[in-house]
């Protein structure tokens, strides 16, 4: 893991949004995975500015979010479709028929998510993962207990999550969904690279358990331990719990040249 520690969230997500951009350079096919709420809002700015100030040429690429609310259409305020095409999508060259998102209305969602990771397939598996991180350790919304091997599902939000987002649902607990579709940390394990964004004291225990802590289905981030590429930008409020940041400043300030992809 590579712990990359900045001094605000937006030069964390500049960080971030340099590695993809980078990766588009590299591969303008690129299958990226994506994520939603509050944490990914300053890197998908960042990929916008890119995009119209620097060319950042996204028409090649293909995307797959991580998860969608069950019940709720794309045309519904707070449905994860909504968010990604007001966010993202709407601001950028990309070619709708290369967007995926898992189907909230979809009448067998069991045929659903297998098709899901299907396509995933077809499309050679993602470049790179983004991830934000739930208080509770979940990532897209595998919550604690989930399978470390687990594929696109269904899954319930514990009353943690449900409360963490009535935010978005004018603060009322009873309108946030409580079921969702999301891709297993199984299909997110399998991305080539994995970009984890945390910021803000809420999540510096999550963040320390996932960096620090044991391998646990209990804390669903700590997986990442395993992952050959995984790196996580941080600002300091979220890294205020890591034993080791010292350790991680020296390591990203002497990096060698040439390893230098942020
Ligand atoms: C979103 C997702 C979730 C969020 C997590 C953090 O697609 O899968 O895992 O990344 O709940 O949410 P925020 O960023 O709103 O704190």
Same mark, same amino acid.
């Given at each position: 893991m590579e712990i990359i520690i900045q001094p605000d969230a937006e030069s964390a997500s500049r960080a971030a949004a340099r590695v993809v951009a980078r990766l588009l350079r590299e591969k303008p096919d690129a299958v990226l995975g994506l994520a939603t709420g509050s944490t990914p809002l300053r890197l998908y700015q960042e990929l916008i500015r890119l995009h119209r100030e620097e060319g950042l040429d996204f028409s090649r690429v293909t995307t797959f979010n991580l998860d969608e609310y069950v019940g709720l259409g794309p045309d519904h305020p707070q449905s994860y479709h909504h968010f990604m095409w007001s966010n993202l999508f709407d601001h950028l060259n990309v070619n709708p028929a290369q967007i995926h998102?898992? =189907?909230? !209305? &979809?009448? =067998?969602?069991? &045929?659903?998510?297998a098709a899901y990771e299907d396509k995933i397939v077809a499309a050679g598996g993602m470049d790179v993962q983004v991830l934000g991180i739930g208080s509770d350790g979940h990532i897209g919304f595998n919550e604690p207990t989930s399978s470390l091997a687990s594929r696109t599902r269904i899954k319930t939000l514990t009353p943690q999550t449900v409360a963490d987002n009535a935010r978005f649902f004018e603060g009322d607990e009873a309108k946030v969904p409580h079921h969702c579709i999301t891709m297993g940390i199984g299909t997110i394990m399998a991305a080539r690279c994995v970009i984890m964004l945390a910021f803000g004291s809420g999540k510096a225990d999550a963040v320390a358990a996932s960096v620090e802590? #044991? *391998?646990?289905? %209990? %804390?669903?981030?700590? *997986? !990442?331990? /395993? /992952? #050959? *590429?995984?790196?996580?930008? !941080? =600002?300091?409020?979220?890294?205020?719990?890591?034993? /080791?940041?010292? @350790? @991680?400043?020296w390591v990203y300030d002497h990096k060698p040249g040439w390893q230098h992809d942020v």
């Open positions: 998102i898992p =189907d909230g !209305l &979809a009448a =067998d969602i069991q &045929a659903a998510c802590g #044991p *391998v646990a289905a %209990m %804390m669903p981030a700590s *997986v !990442l331990q /395993h /992952h #050959p *590429v995984a790196k996580f930008f !941080l =600002d300091e409020a979220a890294a205020t719990k890591l034993t /080791h940041a010292p @350790y @991680y400043r």
